[in-house]
């Protein structure tokens, strides 16, 4: 994932390499980083960093990313790379896990309708929750998490097509 800080336009490519417990690996800008997450309260954690402890608060507000570190605040914006329009006007087909977690909460079922900015599902990673939205307007084709399922990053979690148009959906037999 490559990261936009929003005040000054410097760019970080993040990249989550794992986690073991309450320690996240994750590599920034080619550096290796081990972090360690003791969460506190909704959206609250405490950081280690070697060695040092900071207060974070973090949230994903559409497609911004909020985080205060004591009286520091930031506000990154994800760069996205690569992608095309290929998908008849779709800024993505595809919904991808950002980071490993947990499914929490499914906000979309097969066949709805969604406008740009709707949440499609809420994800827990770090010991905090992340809502996910979509990019543009779009129809849900397929669901392809259940709820309490853990994801690895990048695993894809629900498809889309354009908006309005005719939908086959694949997540299994009706009824």
Do not use: N
């Not at 906000?107 to 994800?123: C, I, R």
């Amino acid at each position: 994932m490559k990261l936009r800080r929003v005040a000054d336009g410097g760019e970080f490519e993040v990249d989550i390499l794992g986690t073991e417990g309450s320690t996240v690996r994750a590599r920034v800008d080619g550096i290796d980083f081990a972090v360690s997450f003791e969460r506190i309260g909704d959206g609250v954690a405490i950081v280690t960093v070697g060695g040092r402890r900071y207060r974070v608060f973090g949230a994903a507000v559409r497609d911004r990313i909020l985080v205060t570190v004591g009286p520091m605040g930031f506000e990154f914006a994800r760069v996205e790379e690569g992608r095309s329009q290929a998908a008849k006007g779709l800024a993505t087909p595809e919904l991808t896990a950002p980071m490993p977690g947990k499914v929490l909460r499914i906000l979309v079922k097969v066949g709805d309708e969604v406008e740009a900015g709707a949440g499609l599902l809420v994800l827990e990673a770090m010991k905090m929750e992340t809502t996910l939205y979509a990019e543009t307007p779009a129809r849900v084709k397929r669901v392809l998490v259940e709820e309490g399922q853990m994801v690895d990053h990048g695993a894809v979690l629900i498809e889309l097509s354009p908006a309005h148009a005719p939908s086959h959906p694949e997540s299994g037999p009706p009824g």
